[in-house]
């Protein structure tokens, strides 16, 4: 579990394809340092776990499920990515709960700015604009974010300058990917209230409620 609140950008060092994954070396000076085996990293919001650290690298594998489900699959050698720990229990919760499991990618249609802010706003998956909901919270690249307008299929976000200058949020560009996690909470709240095929509420056959 994460926060969406982004500890260091880190750049991606070597990218070494395998049978069907690939592993991933990443360069993060002030994270790897405290990082071990087997701790769980956040990847432009894709939880991954560590493989190897080495100095101011680490590594860690992503499987060919999360790179078809995320941007991972198309990442180069000298990109730079945002990084999170694990929250640990007791941590304070300055974003909102972050799983690391991205729902689908997104596409950016604008940057602009907004007095000191920039809002971006970005095309995502129609299936996902249930789960969002103005002043709700997503995560974009692993980064909490706070909705402040939807259209159809699109979603504009508020970003502060210290988050756009600290985050890759930056570099992004009309046409850019990004990672989209929506809320926690909001997927509960669709499953309890979605219907099965025989128009049945999914959440009262899971308790034996008849309509």
Same mark, same amino acid.
Do not use: W
């Given at each position: 579990?994460?926060t969406?609140?982004?500890?260091?950008?880190?750049?991606?060092?070597?990218i070494?394809p395998?049978?069907?994954?690939?592993?991933?070396?990443?360069?993060?000076?002030?994270?790897?340092?405290?990082l071990?085996?087997?701790?769980?990293?956040?990847?432009?919001?894709?939880c991954?776990?560590?493989?190897?650290?080495?100095?101011?690298?680490?590594?860690?594998?992503?499987?060919?499920?999360?790179?078809?489900?995320?941007t991972?699959?198309?990442?180069?050698?000298?990109?730079r990515?945002?990084?999170?720990?694990?929250?640990?229990?007791g941590?304070?919760?300055?974003? $909102?709960?972050?799983?690391g $499991?991205?729902?689908?990618?997104?596409?950016?249609?604008?940057?602009?700015p907004?007095?000191d802010?920039?809002?971006?706003?970005?095309?995502?998956?129609?299936?996902?604009?249930?789960?969002?909901?103005?002043?709700?919270?997503?995560?974009?690249?692993?980064?909490?974010?706070?909705?402040?307008?939807?259209?159809?299929e699109?979603?504009?976000?508020?970003?502060?300058? $210290?988050?756009?200058?600290?985050?890759?949020?930056?570099?992004?560009a009309?046409?850019?990917?990004?990672?989209?996690?929506?809320?926690l909470?909001?997927?509960?709240?669709?499953?309890l209230?979605s219907?099965?095929?025989?128009?049945?509420?999914?959440?009262?056959?899971?308790?034996?409620?008849?309509?």
């Amino acid at each position: 579990m994460f926060t969406g609140l982004v500890e260091e950008i880190g750049t991606v060092r070597r990218i070494l394809p395998g049978r069907d994954s690939v592993r991933i070396r990443i360069q993060a000076p002030r994270l790897a340092p405290e990082l071990r085996t087997g701790d769980s990293v956040a990847v432009d919001g894709v939880c991954l776990t560590l493989t190897e650290t080495q100095g101011d690298d680490f590594e860690a594998t992503a499987v060919s499920q999360t790179l078809k489900q995320s941007t991972l699959g198309r990442l180069r050698t000298g990109e730079r990515v945002n990084l999170e720990r694990a929250l640990a229990l007791g941590d304070r919760l300055g974003g $909102h709960l972050v799983q690391g $499991h991205v729902d689908g990618v997104g596409s950016v249609v604008s940057v602009r700015p907004k007095g000191d802010s920039r809002m971006i706003t970005v095309r995502i998956p129609a299936g996902l604009m249930r789960q969002v909901a103005e002043r709700g919270s997503v995560a974009l690249n692993g980064v909490s974010l706070t909705v402040a307008l939807l259209e159809r299929e699109r979603i504009t976000v508020s970003v502060i300058p $210290h988050t756009f200058e600290n985050t890759t949020l930056k570099e992004l560009a009309p046409g850019s990917r990004v990672n989209v996690e929506t809320d926690l909470f909001a997927k509960y709240a669709e499953r309890l209230l979605s219907r099965d095929q025989t128009g049945t509420k999914i959440g009262e056959v899971e308790m034996g409620v008849e309509e």
